[in-house]
């Protein structure tokens, strides 16, 4: 079965400094990933996704994660970070079957940017 | 182009009431998912619809738990009679379906349901 474990419930950077978020996955076949960001009282939106074509996958607002199959291991970066940039952040993982795609969250890790 | 609607943003019930949530997907979207976000937690899907036919409800406790997608368009999550454990976030999410293109994988949300039972 398809799983996502996020290391760190809350991470804490200054502002300006580098943001990593960690997500290790396990799955029996190629996964699709994604990363997902949710602010106060909002849905959740896609930050960006891995679909089996490049390793390194550019997102919005800056981020990017890396896939690496032998570590299996999607973190996600970004070099700078802002305040804006504070929310919770859900890396998932995704079994696509015909027609039907099904995603498992991770647990969340709390992003807090310090000024 | 409008995102997924959500209704109502907010409820509050005692134990054992009954309660009932809405979504209206992104339009021409198939595919429909309810989600239950419990505080600290990330999303756990309960059901998935593809037009209005159940793909996957493994995970919805059928026993006080039933949603519907009449017409294959907008959808309804019930609960009755609810308990303490239901107090969470539900959410709506949309997407293509799977075999139309890559952009199909995205799931869209809606900005949920926050109920909170006591």
């Known amino acids: 079965a398809q799983s996502v474990t996020q290391l760190g419930s809350h991470v804490s950077v200054s502002e300006g400094a580098l943001v990593l978020l960690r997500c290790n996955y396990s799955?029996?076949?190629?996964?699709?990933l994604f990363w997902y960001v949710q602010y106060p009282n909002q849905g959740l939106q896609l930050l960006l996704k891995?679909?089996?074509?490049?390793?390194l996958v550019k997102g919005i607002n800056g981020f990017e994660a890396e896939f690496k199959k032998s570590e299996t291991s999607f973190h996600l970066t970004k070099p700078s970070a802002h305040m804006s940039d504070a929310a919770e952040y859900f890396c998932?993982?995704?079994?696509?079957?015909?027609?039907?795609?099904?995603?498992?969250f991770g647990q969340g890790t709390r992003l807090t940017i310090n000024p | 182009e409008a995102g997924v609607a959500q209704s109502p943003r907010y409820k509050i019930i005692e134990k054992r009431q009954s309660v009932a949530f809405w979504c209206n997907p992104i339009?021409?979207?198939?595919?429909l998912y309810w989600y239950q976000q419990i505080l600290g937690q990330g999303p756990k899907l309960l059901i998935q619809?593809?037009?209005?036919?159940?793909?996957?409800d493994s995970q919805l406790p059928k026993d006080r738990f039933s949603a519907e997608r009449l017409k294959g368009v907008d959808s309804t999550l019930k609960i009755q009679p609810a308990k303490l454990e239901d107090s969470a976030v539900y959410l709506c999410?949309?997407?293509?379906?799977?075999?139309?293109?890559?952009?199909?994988?995205?799931?869209?949300f809606g900005p949920g349901t926050r109920l909170t039972v006591t």
């Open positions: 619809f593809q037009n209005n036919g159940v793909v996957d």
């Open positions: 999410a949309s997407s293509l379906e799977g075999r139309v293109s890559r952009a199909a994988y995205e799931q869209y």
């Open positions: 891995y679909t089996s074509a490049a390793t």
């Open positions: 339009s021409g979207h198939a595919t």
């Open positions: 998932a993982v995704s079994k696509h079957r015909r027609g039907a795609q099904k995603l498992v």
């Open positions: 799955s029996s076949v190629p996964p699709y």
